[in-house]
């Protein structure tokens, strides 16, 4: 068998076993109901502060809520692809202890977490999607948004693809890391989340930040693709509150920014892995157990 034949018959069960994993723990009807009221929570939590908030301050622009609405949902992405990549690593040798017997057996380990995160990836893709639709059907806010500009679904589809490489890349360096790491990896994966949730314009302008951490900001690889993502759905941003140093960028710019970021992160991502794969085996890292 050959090497890309092996790759691909592990991304394939990888991919199998990240769904089983996900859905084994109740019935297939309630887990579908689970994946499509999950992503709504935190949305309208989002929703309800943003209507307190323009209860007290009503100079809150509208467009603020959509802002918030589809930035949030592109952020599932974030979350499945990045972290879910690296809480593999904690669930396969911390809870069910089988690290070690998937590193020597006939796969590539690299693609079988790969595989993992992509799993997500589409739960996280379908969740967006019947959150953008929910939103668009409850929120006058969120439809006027919507319907103000055709979506841009080629650009869209350019920005998926070239997110899903780049997460994947940023997911593979963060899995290296943890793969050498005890229980400080889960606060690592938790930390990094929170830190991007703040700074790469998620939820709050990135006009509103502190000037140097506007610029933190820009270095960060997501804050591109985010910005990428809300341009095509919803277009630029009519209010000079929502503005941020990307906002004067075109479609072009902005896939070119992500697309030689993406591809310097993928090539760093392998030499990273690997590295951190052979230390790992090297310092017994695969069998470890710390309690977490």
């Known amino acids: 068998m050959t090497s890309l034949e092996v790759k691909k018959k592990t991304f394939r069960w990888a991919l199998w076993l990240g769904w089983q994993l996900d ?4 019935e297939p009807w ?14 309208l939590l989002l929703v309800c502060m943003y209507f307190a908030a323009r209860q007290v301050t009503p100079w809150v622009p509208v467009d603020f809520l959509p802002y918030m609405y589809i930035g949030n949902a592109c952020f599932m992405l ?21 690290l070690k017997y998937i590193y020597i057996a006939p796969g590539h380990l690299q693609t079988y977490f790969v595989g993992r995160a992509i799993s997500g990836a589409f739960q996280a893709v379908l969740g967006g999607l019947i959150n953008i639709t929910i939103g668009a059907l409850t929120f006058p806010e969120v439809r006027h948004a919507l319907t103000r500009q055709p979506t841009e679904w080629g650009w ?4 998926l693809v070239l997110g899903t490489m780049l997460l994947t890349a940023l997911g593979l360096i963060l899995t290296a890391i943890v793969l050498n790491m005890n229980r400080q990896g889960m606060f690592l994966s938790e930390g990094i989340s929170g ?18 951490l506007s610029w933190v900001s820009v270095i960060l690889p997501p804050t591109y693709w985010l910005e990428g993502m809300r341009r095509a759905i919803l277009g ?10 990307l906002s004067h960028w075109g479609h072009p710019a902005l896939a070119a920014a992500l697309a030689g970021t993406t591809l310097g992160l993928l ?18 890292k695969f069998e470890e157990q710390s309690g977490a």
């Open 23 to 26: 859905s084994n723990w109740t």
């Open 30 to 43: 309630l887990f579908a109901i689970y994946v499509l009221v999950k992503p709504l929570t935190s949305s």
């Open 78 to 98: 974030i979350g499945s692809v990045m972290f879910g990549m690296s809480q593999a690593v904690l669930t396969d040798r911390e809870h069910y202890r089988m």
């Open 156 to 159: 869209l589809a350019v920005y």
């Open 195 to 212: 830190i991007l949730y703040l700074v790469c314009g998620v939820v709050f302008p990135i006009s509103i930040l502190p000037h140097w």
């Open 236 to 245: 630029v941003p009519a209010e000079k509150f929502l503005d941020s140093p």
């Open 267 to 284: 090539i760093l991502s392998q030499f990273v892995f690997r590295w951190s794969e052979r230390r790992a085996w090297r310092l017994g």
